[in-house]
């Protein structure tokens, strides 16, 4: 099992332009979440998907949008990105209810760092 | 509406000596709590978990917690830290339904810095 992967690694932007991240994940779970890393500020939550097809605001949701097209599959857009959103993107995945709801610990994948210019 | 509050920023630490990292929650409803840790450049991991029953929580590489009620509390200790241990430390709380939706809340995290 590959776990959480996430694509790319690192990307460097200029202050515009579009670009999608992307997460995927091979144990099934029905949650997924994105997340932003910044110093001092810990892990803020930037939208989440408790199913296929739903999407849902986190904390820091402006700026940003996702879609959950297939279970497995969790993107993360940036329409016209912004200096602010320079930071450490993080997916990460759950079980949720449909499964081992009574745990819910979260998977994370390694991480995109994101420079915006 | 539930929160987590970690109570210091970094934590400086010889290497053999115990440590404890601080961690309070407050949630109106019944509540899971877990300790995920976060090396240099890398995503997070979990620790160790509490969902119920015994309040002491042993987790992987030698950390144990324990779970307050009372204080509202889940501070994470470990008697005798490596280099190895050097890393970045997160709480984090969920609630289930129907007071909750399993959505867990992060603190802002503690540095440990083992030093030789």
């Known amino acids: 099992n590959a776990g959480v992967t996430q694509t790319p690694k690192f990307r460097v932007l200029k202050t515009g332009q579009s670009m999608t991240l992307l997460c995927a994940q091979d144990m099934n779970h029905e949650y997924m979440y994105w997340y932003r890393q910044d110093p001092g500020m810990g892990l803020r939550l930037i939208h989440y998907?408790?199913?296929?097809?739903?999407?849902a605001k986190g904390e820091v949701p402006d700026g940003y949008n996702v879609s959950r097209l297939k279970k497995q599959n969790f993107l993360l857009g940036l329409e016209s990105a912004a200096p602010s959103q320079t930071s450490v993107y993080f997916c990460?995945?759950?079980?949720?209810?449909?499964?081992?709801?009574?745990?819910?610990?979260?998977?994370f994948g390694p991480g995109t760092r994101l420079t915006v210019l | 509406a539930q929160s987590v509050t970690q109570l210091d920023s970094q934590v400086p630490v010889f290497e053999e000596a115990p440590v404890e990292l601080r961690c309070n929650y407050s949630?109106?409803?019944?509540?899971?709590l877990f300790w995920y840790v976060q090396y240099p450049n890398q995503g997070l991991q979990l620790l160790l978990k509490y969902l119920s029953g015994s309040t002491l929580v042993k987790g992987i590489n030698g950390f144990e917690a324990e779970f307050n009620k009372s204080q509202t509390s889940f501070h994470l200790r470990k008697p005798s830290v490596h280099i190895s241990d050097t890393a970045e430390y997160f709480c984090a709380v969920s609630s289930p339904p129907p007071g909750g939706s399993y959505i867990p809340t992060f603190g802002r995290g503690t540095s440990l810095i083992v030093h030789p």
């Open positions: 949630s109106s409803v019944s509540v899971y």
């Open positions: 990460a995945s759950s079980y949720g209810l449909a499964g081992r709801s009574s745990y819910n610990e979260q998977f």
């Open positions: 998907s408790v199913g296929e097809g739903t999407t």
